[in-house]
């Protein structure tokens, strides 16, 4: 079992960068696959980004392809996500999870951290 913990969020101007960590616990974090969704007031929980265990594959939605890279260091048992070109609509609570498949769905990821928020001002 992984526990997850979300770093990096914070208050940025539109057009600016952002750079979100996760560190998670455990042996077999290597094993995982790695996402990140968000969910803004009111909204529900969106897919981001998604990473396979080796970090060969990845996966975006398309809000945010080009601007966003997902990455992991699995050394440190750590999953990024580069957020650039920011945007207003980029505003929510993102958060990351971990699971034993590569999926766009909540529901397919066991593990998940608490989140942290992302406000981008216009």
């Known amino acids: 079992q992984a526990q997850l913990k979300e770093s990096g969020g914070g208050l940025v101007q539109a057009g600016g960068s952002l750079r979100l960590s996760c560190a998670a616990s455990?042996?077999?974090?290597?094993?995982?696959?790695m996402a990140w969704f968000r969910q803004a007031p009111g909204k529900e929980r969106d897919f981001v980004a998604a990473?396979?265990?080796?970090?060969?594959?990845?996966d975006y939605a398309d809000s945010v392809k080009g601007r966003f890279t997902i990455s992991r260091d699995n050394a440190k048992n750590a999953v990024h996500l580069q957020m650039d070109s920011l945007k207003p609509e980029d505003t929510a609570v993102y958060s990351c999870?971990?699971?034993?498949?590569?999926?766009?769905?909540?529901?397919?990821?066991?593990?998940w951290g608490q989140g942290t928020q992302v406000t981008v001002s216009s």
């Open positions: 999870a971990g699971g034993f498949v590569m999926a766009k769905r909540p529901g397919s990821f066991p593990f």
């Open positions: 455990g042996r077999t974090f290597s094993s995982y696959a």
């Open positions: 990473i396979s265990w080796s970090g060969g594959v990845t």
